[in-house]
């Protein structure tokens, strides 16, 4: 079966946790710029947690079902109906055959859209998410267009379960919510690292620049002048790194980041805090808090204690 892409809205694409294990070979991870929200709406719904969904920017996304489905979304401050039915964040929505659904960011930010069953596109090495520097993998190895008819995967027996757990047209229940903390993000320090560097870095608040994309944020700001001005022996850079050129203009890297690179890594946002960074669009201010990399490492076993503690859950009640 299919579903029907109405209006395409603007960089929709098909992503789901990426590729993993192919940076020594130049391949970008990619995948959801937020992997939990993903993870999040496809345990909702009976999915496996990297099943291949809908990454929404801005514009109106209107699909049509051909069969009936459930859905579920994550993200940022959207408005998503099904027919006339308002489906809040992180509830599962039933979708009849021939229905449509709509989506409109209310505010800027990215939103994670969960289909049964999944976006059936190929496999190309090991993932179905869209690499648009690339031009491959997801529908095409581009964004959606209007008229576009994407093919789903087959629903497994706990989509149907849940399906049938939903007395109405929407669920009521739901998944945790993790909501960020206001501008700050979270960082550790970086292998080239120095105090006065790192105060300037944490001394003011930076506006997010209109070249930023899925590759990275680029942050206007007052410069920070590097300590050290040589030339650096590219090495890899990673999802989170915070590179500095030599401009003085922080660059935030993201999930469809190069995989090295020959700027000074001077901080690295916390795993925990790459999802908030996602949710960053041209002209929002951001700022940085320095922690330990031990502190982010309890925040992060502490977020995936709560997603395998709602996964315990949800098998308990559908298992």
Not at 22 to 39: H, N, Q
Not at 220 to 247: F, H, M, N
Not at 275 to 282: F, I, V
Request: charged share 25%.
């Amino acid at each position: 079966m299919t579903v029907s892409v109405i209006s395409a809205g603007f960089q929709t694409t098909v992503q789901d946790c990426g590729r993993a294990g192919l940076r020594k070979f130049g391949v970008t991870p990619g995948g959801a710029l937020d992997p939990i929200s993903l993870r999040l709406a496809n345990l909702l719904i009976g999915n496996l947690e990297c099943t291949a969904g809908l990454e929404c920017v801005s514009g109106r996304l209107r699909l049509r079902f051909h069969d009936e489905r459930i859905l579920a979304w994550s993200g940022g401050e959207f408005e998503v109906r099904v027919g006339d039915n308002l489906v809040p964040i992180l509830h599962c929505a039933r979708v009849s055959t021939d229905a449509e659904i709509e989506i409109l960011p209310q505010r800027h930010g990215r939103a994670w859209l969960a289909i049964s069953g999944g976006i059936n596109v190929p496999e190309i090495l090991g993932s179905r998410a869209t690499d648009l520097r690339a031009h491959f993998g997801g529908w095409e190895g581009r964004a959606l267009r209007d008229g576009d008819e994407l093919p789903l995967g087959v629903e497994s027996e706990l989509c149907a379960r849940v399906r049938d757990e939903i007395a109405d047209q929407v669920s009521d229940w739901s998944a945790p919510r993790f909501v960020g903390r206001g501008k700050l993000l979270r960082i550790i320090r970086g292998k080239n690292w120095d105090d006065s560097t790192g105060r300037k870095l944490l001394a003011q608040t930076f506006r997010v620049a209109m070249n930023s994309d899925r590759m990275g944020l680029r942050l206007d700001g007052e410069e920070i002048a590097p300590a050290s001005r040589r030339e650096l022996v590219s090495e890899a850079v990673t999802p989170g790194t915070i590179q500095l050129p030599p401009s003085g203009a922080p660059v935030i890297l993201l999930q469809g980041c190069q995989t090295i690179g020959g700027y000074p890594k001077i901080a690295h946002v916390i795993t925990v805090d790459l999802g908030y960074a996602a949710q960053l669009q041209p002209l929002h201010e951001v700022g940085f808090e320095l922690i330990e990399l031990e502190e982010a490492r309890q925040l992060l076993r502490e977020r995936e204690r709560e997603i395998a503690l709602f996964r315990a859950g949800l098998e308990a009640r559908f298992g």
